[in-house]
């Protein structure tokens, strides 16, 4: 046998084996990284149901909040120039999303009804939602003719015995867009409730009804 020959077959037959293993070992290296990769994304933590937001995200929502009741066309919150918005509370839902309720009052009276809601996202920088329970645009003269004593009288006249009356307070009904003093009188309680019968009375201060 020719032995140059035999030596060129055996390095022939080495570098073969070689080119061989090496292509084996790249699928081999690259499923295990794969396979890395995919535990790490199936042990990646769920974002909590509840995420409350920062101290910063909280003022974002403030501004974004106060800027969309400025914002507002009149016709779609039912503002008069004579309305203002008070901050009243501002909760935080599901995932972040915050709720900041503002009370209205029409020439420093509250307005029954009038309060609006501005829901913003996490972050405080986008308004999703502006909605109000008020119908009507209010435009109505603040001044009463029928007083407190009055009203505290008509109350107390709705039921045969009251122990004790509430003070009566003016203000504006969004529905109607009439101010009226709502009286509270309270009656004893019948014997089989174990809480006294509570009786709210509204009316217009100008008539009296």
């Not at 995420?51 to 501004?63: F, G, I, L, S």
């Not at 909760?91 to 009370?103: C, D, E, F, I, S």
């Not at 996490?122 to 003269?141: E, F, H, M, R």
């Amino acid at each position: 046998m020719n032995p140059t020959m035999r030596s060129g077959a055996v390095a022939v037959l080495a570098a073969v084996t070689l080119t061989t293993a090496s292509l084996t070992a790249v699928p081999a290296a690259s499923a295990a990284t794969g396979a890395k990769a995919a535990g790490a994304q199936a042990t990646a933590p769920t974002p909590p149901a509840f995420a409350p937001p920062d101290a910063q995200e909280r003022r974002n929502a403030r501004a974004s909040a106060d800027n969309a009741l400025s914002a507002n066309p009149s016709k779609l919150l039912r503002k008069s120039g004579n309305d203002k918005f008070k901050l009243l509370r501002s909760v935080a839902g599901t995932r972040g999303l915050q709720y900041l309720t503002y009370q209205r009052t029409h020439r420093g009276l509250p307005v029954y009804g009038g309060d609006v809601i501005v829901a913003t996202d996490k972050t405080g920088q986008s308004v999703d939602t502006v909605v109000t329970g008020q119908q009507a645009t209010v435009d109505v003269d603040t001044k009463a003719a029928v007083t407190a004593a009055a009203a505290t009288a008509t109350a107390r006249a709705q039921l045969a015995s009251v122990e004790e009356a509430a003070t009566p307070a003016l203000l504006v009904h969004a529905t109607t867009d009439t101010p009226a003093w709502p009286g509270r009188s309270w009656s004893p309680a019948p014997p089989s409730r174990a809480a006294p019968a509570c009786c709210t009375c509204t009316w217009t201060p100008r008539t009296g009804r």
